[in-house]
């Protein structure tokens, strides 16, 4: 059983940046693919960025390539994504997922923690 919480959401202004945490409870998240996901008021979910169980390979959608960053730190459990350049277009609510494989399907992930809140002003 793995249980995650997001944190670092916020108002920021365009341009500006936001650092997102995802802190997972249980022994084996260190095992698990993460994935961050947003959604905005009338859109479906969709995949922002995705880091394998070791941190040794990333993917980003095209929205957010070059702009966002996703690591982690297996010691302390957690998954970090640094965003840069925001636009008013990231607003959204963001959450942390985790699956057995990366994957930017939605489906795959069996952890989900709540999300936390960015939006960004023009």
């Known amino acids: 059983q793995v249980q995650l919480v997001e944190s670092g959401g916020g108002l920021v202004q365009a341009g500006g940046p936001l650092r997102l945490s995802c802190a997972a409870s249980?022994?084996?998240?260190?095992?698990?693919?993460t994935g961050w996901f947003r959604q905005a008021p009338g859109k479906e979910r969709e995949y922002v960025a995705g880091?394998?169980?070791?941190?040794?390979?990333?993917f980003y959608a095209d929205s957010v390539k070059g702009r966002f960053t996703i690591s982690r730190d297996n010691a302390k459990n957690t998954v970090y994504l640094q965003m840069n350049r925001l636009k008013p277009e990231d607003t959204a609510v963001y959450s942390c997922?985790?699956?057995?494989?990366?994957?930017?399907?939605?489906?795959?992930?069996?952890?989900w923690g709540q999300g936390t809140q960015v939006t960004v002003s023009s």
């Open positions: 997922a985790a699956a057995r494989f990366g994957t930017p399907r939605r489906e795959e992930y069996d952890y």
């Open positions: 249980g022994r084996t998240f260190s095992s698990y693919a």
């Open positions: 880091i394998n169980w070791s941190g040794g390979t990333t």
